[in-house]
């Protein structure tokens, strides 16, 4: 093998160190999505948090659950009642862009379970409303700290997952030539199939392990 295909390939390695680097989950386009979000826009958006804040203000200076949700939407309903679509609307417009997703559909529920206790059985909804804001606040609290307790694994995934790709360019750039070896028919061959196969399937069941652990457990 040529110096060129030498190169070549050293740069395809690089490529792949590089790609490594990425997260391992697959919310790279929701990520992409929040930071392409105008400062304006998210300054608009207060959280689920103020939201809730606002409702139970609402509802304790003596306004009607309805009134509130209605408020809270910037909108009068056609009905006096309030639906599930109207919740997930509502959420929607005021939740900030790393609320979105499963923490959304459980905060609408939550919501949906206060208005129909409220509406069916007569409970306070204030009650109800101070209930949500805790599990709420449970829930920010718990995904914060999942966050910091799968920080550190993720760098080390990402770190050792680049270490194959870096030692073979360390070893062109040392004159050691791994490359022309892995191209070689027989004994460089059979290692680079069985390199590349361990890799792949090790990356492949981090990326399972990673996902499986850091699933959203819906009955939190």
Request: one cysteine or more; aromatic letters at 6%; a positive charge.
């Amino acid at each position: 093998m040529n110096d060129e295909t030498a190169a070549w390939l050293a740069a395809m390695m690089t490529a792949f160190a590089c790609l490594a680097l990425l997260p391992l989950r697959g919310d790279t386009a929701a990520r992409l999505k929040a930071m392409s979000v105008k400062p304006s826009a998210q300054s608009d958006r207060p959280g689920l948090a103020v939201l809730i804040a606002s409702l139970l203000a609402y509802v304790d200076n003596g306004g009607g659950l309805v009134e509130a949700f209605e408020e809270a939407s910037g909108r009068r309903f056609a009905t006096r009642e309030v639906t599930r679509e109207r919740v997930m609307v509502m959420l929607e417009s005021r939740c900030l862009p790393q609320e979105q997703g499963p923490t959304l559909t459980i905060m609408a529920q939550a919501l949906m379970a206060c208005y129909g206790l409220s509406a069916i059985l007569g409970c306070r909804a204030s009650d109800g409303l101070r209930t949500v804001a805790a599990m709420q606040k449970r829930r920010a609290a718990l995904d914060e700290a999942r966050e910091k307790a799968f920080a550190v694994p993720k760098a080390t995934i990402r770190l050792l997952s680049t270490l194959p790709a870096l030692t073979i360019i360390m070893g062109e750039f040392m004159g050691a030539r791994p490359l022309t070896f892995l191209c070689r028919s027989g004994p460089g061959t059979i290692c680079l199939i069985l390199g590349v196969a361990f890799y792949v399937i090790g990356l492949v069941w981090m990326h399972l392990l990673m996902n499986d652990l850091g699933r959203e457990n819906p009955w939190i």
